[in-house]
């Protein structure tokens, strides 16, 4: 997996402080010395160079890594520790970035265990997602061949450090592919940067100077929460680049992304990886359904809960995203939001609630949109928008506007104005706040 990082060609700067070619190697060389036979790891995962050397050494050593959000709360945290039950807990004050030592030989297991990511689903307290060296290694392949990702380049991000996006993607993508990291306190300009992630709250707050600065960049990308279409319009617009999308769940890494000679739009999120098989289940023939997923990228199960992997997988073995999408093989997968709160039934139709969104955020007053669905004596359910604008805006008039621009039964029934959007950290609408 950690192919550059074995070969001498890893650099990494994380705030400032730097490890690269053998320094890095050695350092992380000696945390898998130290956890040498312990099954599981567990990474309090601090935006610090400790961390990369403490994921890469134990990743080495061929433990399995669970990753640890700092901020977590003490019940949040001891959840983790008391389910995963991990061998050792390693703080970043436990790694010491001046030791050295040579990192094991030989590869692990394909199918054994490199992490396990916790993820919150709608009820209960957070699963443990586990993640094979072989998900792992498909999903960053697929990716580098998608977007040419190589030891050219310099990437930058400002990820948190214990989700698939920053540690995946953003950590473990440059120790295999061999190009440079910069991972800074806040997603900026860097000196001879050819890449960046984001997620879509970090493009909207980056400044004019700051996106002007990006031109240089040959990839932008935006992933973890769908992307507005006026966040869309800003990057291209001061920036020169089109966002890249990409798409995918902890439970099965990054599935689809738009690639360089795509034609982009927010949204739309490429097509699938090499190996990934991905199928829409419709009744009908609105093309609107769940996006249901197969291939390499996907996890093993959740830790120790053998029945919510079952209730998570089709009869078939199809992972069930809980995702509302449509496909086309000329432009791929456009998502429409979640199943449970996105897909709205009114009148005998069905919305997506996505598409009314994108609609609402075309009027130049609405700065955020969220839709949702809500009991209707006569439609079964009226679509309701949750706006909030630059300046004030009669509701009819967001009303007529999405009745045209969209079919007229599309239009919402309700505006209801807000300050904000209640969002997670990642950016993404938390709808069920909205709906209570």
């Not at 945390?31 to 080495?60: C, F, I, K, Q």
């Not at 992933?223 to 617009?237: D, H, I, K, Q």
Request: hydrophobic share 45%; charged share 20%.
């Amino acid at each position: 997996m950690l192919t550059a990082l074995r070969s001498g060609h890893a650099d990494v700067t994380v705030v400032g402080d730097r490890l690269r070619s053998d320094d890095l190697a050695g350092a992380a060389g000696a945390v898998a010395a130290r956890v040498a036979g312990l099954a599981m790891v567990a990474v309090v995962a601090e935006p610090r160079l400790e961390t990369v050397v403490a994921v890469a050494g134990a990743l080495a050593a061929g433990a399995c890594v669970v990753p640890v959000n700092p901020a977590a709360g003490a019940s949040e945290r001891a959840h983790v520790l008391d389910d995963a039950a991990p061998d050792l807990l390693l703080s970043p004050a436990d790694v010491d970035l001046e030791a050295r030592a040579p990192l094991p030989g030989g590869e692990p297991d394909p199918e054994s265990a490199a992490l396990v990511v916790y993820t919150s689903g709608t009820t209960g307290p957070p699963k443990g997602a586990v993640l094979s060296h072989r998900a792992v290694t498909a999903c960053l392949d697929g990716l580098a061949a998608a977007w040419q990702w190589s030891a050219a380049d310099l990437l930058t991000h400002s990820l948190p450090l214990f989700h698939v996006h920053g540690l995946v993607l953003g950590t473990i993508g440059p120790l295999r592919l061999g190009s440079r990291l910069v991972v800074s306190r806040g997603l900026g300009p860097v000196d001879r940067a050819t890449m960046y992630f984001g997620v879509p709250t970090m493009w909207a707050r980056a400044s004019d100077a700051d996106l002007a600065a990006m031109r240089a960049a040959r990839l932008l990308v935006s992933g973890s929460a769908a992307l507005p279409a006026p966040v869309f319009e800003r990057v291209r617009r001061l920036a020169g680049h089109d966002l890249v999308e990409r798409y995918g769940l902890t439970e099965s890494l990054i599935v689809t992304a738009a690639t360089l000679g795509d034609d982009r739009a927010p949204g739309r999120v490429g097509r699938p990886l090499p190996g990934v098989g991905l199928r829409i289940d419709t009744a009908d023939e609105s093309g609107l359904g769940e996006v249901q997923l197969s291939g390499p990228t996907l996890f093993s199960g959740y830790l120790g809960r053998p029945e919510a992997t079952a209730a998570a997988m089709t009869p078939d073995g199809w992972l069930r995203t809980g995702d509302l999408g449509s496909y086309d093989d000329e432009r791929g997968l456009r998502l429409l939001g979640r199943l449970a709160t996105d897909l709205i039934k009114t009148g005998g139709f069905k919305v997506g609630a996505g598409e009314v969104e994108d609609a609402l955020l075309a009027h130049p007053a609405v700065a955020e949109a969220a839709v949702t669905g809500e009991p209707d004596d006569d439609l079964g359910e009226r679509i309701v928008a949750w706006v909030v604008t630059r300046v004030d805006v009669p509701a009819q008039e967001l009303v007529d506007h999405v009745a045209a621009s969209l079919s007229p039964h599309k239009r919402p029934r309700e505006v209801r104005f807000l300050t904000e959007l209640p969002r997670t950290p990642l950016g993404k609408v938390q709808k069920r706040m909205l709906v209570r």
